[in-house]
Structures are given as structure tokens and as C-alpha cells.
């Protein structure tokens, strides 16, 4: 067989090559990096786009059903605390309407001071607990000192925790107005009107369905 001398075969193989090496063909050389590319910035992207997709690694997928298991946790005991709270705003609502109040009130006790120049007063709290969960009340007081003028009177705030027994709490009225200065000084009794409200409350919350009275009471001060 005659061969074409026009023909040069190394070059052609030498072309050959050439043209697999630079189309990334897997023979065991290294591809010849091509001037326009950037290899290093090609591997760099696509690793980081495995990455940023999210790639279903063991410690990808073990973060996921954690978080999962937390939120169902949370809300388990948010419905829990939700419902546990409706019954207690409940048993709580019905305790207070089966409390006779003035059972639980001690009547307040006034007295003129040595110098008879201020009203100490003294009421008492002994009122059960209402509902499931501890709770406390507020309550406001308002004393007047009758047929004074201009009118002696004043507002107290108290606060008791619910089942803790008999607490007394100790409130003033001082700066008197003329009529009851005379009064005392002449050595006349003096009566004094209070009454007020008691609001039940839990965690610091008033339970706005929860409001009671407290009866409108004249007590008598002796100033002789």
C-alpha cells in the first residue's frame, strides 16, 4: 500500500490531540486550561452553589427535624397555657361569685393620733383563693371624713395574695380641714365613710370579669 507523501500524520495526530485536550476530554493528561476560562473561579462557583442549595448532608437534616421537633414543642405548651388559663379565668369567676365579700373583710378600725393631728386607720384581708393558679388582688380604698369641710378624704391601694390568711394594711388621713380640727378640739365624735373595689389579678394582669365590691361602711372615731 502506497502512502501519500503530501501528507504529514504527526502533524494531524499532533492536532488530534490538541483538540481533545482543549474540548476537557477525561484522558489521563491534565486538560490544557483554555486562556478565555477561568477554571479555579468555575469549581470555586459551582461548589458554592452546592452549598448554597442546601445539599441533604447528616448535619443539614438533623438542624431541620430539631427546629422541628422545638416549634412543635412551643406550640404544644402555648395551647396547653391557653386552655389552662380559660379554665382558670373560669374557676375563677365562679369562686368569686360564691365569695360572700364581708365575710372576708375586716371591718376598718380608726383612731386619732396622740398630737390629734392625723386619722390612722387599719382594714383587714382574709380572702380565699379563687381558680387554679396563685393570684392576687388590688384593692382601692376610699375613706371621707363626714361633714368636713372642705371634704377630708383619700385614696389607698393594697395588695394581697389570695389564701395567704389575714393581713392587716394601715392607711392616714392627715392635713384636716378646719370643721373636723374644731371638732376634735371640742372632743366630738368624728364618722368616717369608706368603701371600695377589689380587682383580682394574675401575674400582675387584672381579670377584667373579675371585679368586686367593697360595702360602703361609717365607722366612729372618739376624739375625747
Known sequence: MSIAMGKDYNSAKSNTSTSVKSGGGGGPGKPVPSP??????????????VNS?????????????????VKTIIMTTVLISAAGAGADVYQTYNDAIEIDLEKHITDADFELSDDKSEISGTVGFDIPQMGMFEKSIIASVHATVLESNPTTE??????????????????????????????IEAGQ????????????????????????????????????
Request: aromatic share 10%.
Open 189 to 224: 365624735p368624728l364618722d368616717i365613710e369608706y368603701s371600695g373595689t377589689i380587682s383580682v389579678t394574675y401575674l400582675g394582669i387584672e381579670i377584667p370579669s373579675v371585679t368586686m365590691d367593697i360595702p360602703l361602711t361609717t365607722a366612729t372615731v372618739e376624739t375625747a
Open 36 to 49: 478565555d476560562k477561568d477554571y479555579n473561579s468555575a469549581k470555586s462557583n459551582t461548589s458554592t452553589s
Open 53 to 69: 442549595g442546601g445539599g441533604g448532608g447528616p448535619g443539614i437534616v438533623g438542624v431541620g427535624k430539631t427546629l422541628g421537633l
Open 154 to 183: 383619700a385614696d389607698y391601694e393594697f395588695e394581697y395574695m389570695l389564701g395567704s390568711g389575714e393581713q392587716f394594711y394601715d392607711f392616714t388621713l392627715d392635713d384636716l380641714d378646719p370643721v373636723t380640727v374644731e371638732k
